[in-house]
């Protein structure tokens, strides 16, 4: 089988990463329009089943042209293009996989399953971290329980060393996180569907030193279709963000002065766009280099057996020095890699489009994160 990955940005080495040293594919090519991206990419990669090419997405006649050319397309790439890209993948029977990160995405893609069917190919999105890892984590707790009473993900890529005001780290684009707190969370909330707003319900959560306590809050993006594939299966669920302490107010301040507006203004009689020049500012005092790490626990009650159980997972993926790999990267790349090598060897044999909590196998997708050094400790209490 050939492979294509549409971004070589971070996400996008990372799943190629892992394709090479753990996939049996003929041929993976790796394509972007990035100059710095393409040449970081070939610095990385030394191997004769890799073709690194330059591209632009935009251009979908030779988009067509590569997909009809490869068995799986894995689109590493902004979200707003992930439906079109399923379209096409489609009419060329190629297998599609992408990053995710938005619902309403996710929910066109999800109308296209009847025609995924008919054309025998395989369409998961939400692939990644969260949405993906966690989904595939509830999906576990589900199959588990006879009935389930809460599930609560959290979940926050952070610096090793944080850096004062604001003790974070880009791990992906300033835009996309304005955006996961801005926008509105969905929670389920006993079988129905609930709008909150985002960088409310603070809470506190405690890892092993030298983290011990973060803090948690609502934000949106990291549930996607969870509340949809559950809703009459676990009475509550929701998502928050995992921070260190502090980060949430002075961050939330800014947006309530109206820094993450995302229209133009008129400011004596100059149109300035807020959120372009919080970003400007926030890419001066944020680092976006440096070690990392992911920080995960998830959290559920419910009924086994006639007895009322707890379950906690909890995953602390570090930066990888030996590789220049960042547990962003690790956490959110790997997943995808994994199921597309699934697809590839057939593990995922089924036709149309499913989000990952629907078909991915969480026991034989544990085991290939433990392969990769990405441990996901469970632990079962009786109450």
């Not at 030193?209 to 509340?227: H, N, Q, R, V, Y």
């Amino acid at each position: 089988m050939n492979i294509i990955i549409l971004g070589a940005g971070l996400m996008g080495r990372a799943i190629v990463f892992d394709l090479i040293n753990y996939s049996n594919f003929e041929k993976i090519t790796l394509i972007d329009n990035n100059k710095l991206n393409l040449e970081l990419a070939k610095k990385l990669f030394k191997n004769k089943k890799i073709s690194i090419d330059s591209l632009d997405v935009n251009n979908k006649f030779y988009i067509r042209k590569k997909l009809e050319k490869n068995d799986i397309v894995i689109s590493a790439i902004p979200y707003n293009y992930n439906y079109f890209l399923t379209k096409m993948a489609i009419d060329t029977k190629t297998h599609f996989i992408d990053l995710g990160g938005n619902n309403t995405i996710v929910q066109k893609q999800k109308t296209l399953d009847q025609k995924a069917e008919d054309a025998k190919v395989t369409i998961i999105p939400d692939c990644g971290l969260a949405p993906g890892l966690v989904s595939i984590i509830t999906r576990d707790i589900v199959s588990y329980y006879d009935s389930v009473d809460y599930v609560k993900l959290r979940v926050g890529g952070l610096p090793k060393n944080p850096i004062p005001p604001f003790n974070y780290q880009f791990v992906f684009s300033p835009n996309g996180l304005i955006n996961e707190y801005t926008q509105d969370a969905i929670v389920l909330d006993n079988k129905k569907i609930v709008y909150k707003k985002s960088m409310n319900e603070l809470e506190k959560i405690t890892f092993p030193k030298p983290f011990g306590d973060m803090e948690a809050f609502i934000t949106s993006g990291g549930c996607s279709s969870l509340p949809y594939t559950f809703r009459y299966i676990i009475k509550y669920l929701d998502y928050k963000t995992i921070r260190y302490p502090g980060h949430c107010e002075k961050f939330k301040l800014l947006l309530e002065l109206g820094l993450g507006y995302d229209k133009p203004i008129k400011i004596n009689g100059v149109k300035i766009n807020p959120r372009e020049i919080l970003i400007k500012f926030l890419e001066k005092l944020i680092p976006t280099t440096g070690e990392d790490v992911v920080l995960l626990k998830v959290f559920a009650k419910g009924v086994k057996n006639n007895k009322k159980t707890k379950i906690e997972y909890i995953m602390i993926d570090y930066f990888d020095k030996k590789n220049n790999i960042t547990a962003m990267m690790r956490t959110t790349g790997y997943p995808v890699s994994i199921i597309a090598q699934m697809i590839e060897q057939k593990i995922i044999d089924k036709y149309g489009v499913f989000t990952s909590e629907e078909i991915i196998n969480p026991k034989y997708f544990f085991k290939e994160l433990e392969k990769r050094g990405i441990i996901i400790e469970k632990r079962i209490k009786n109450i």
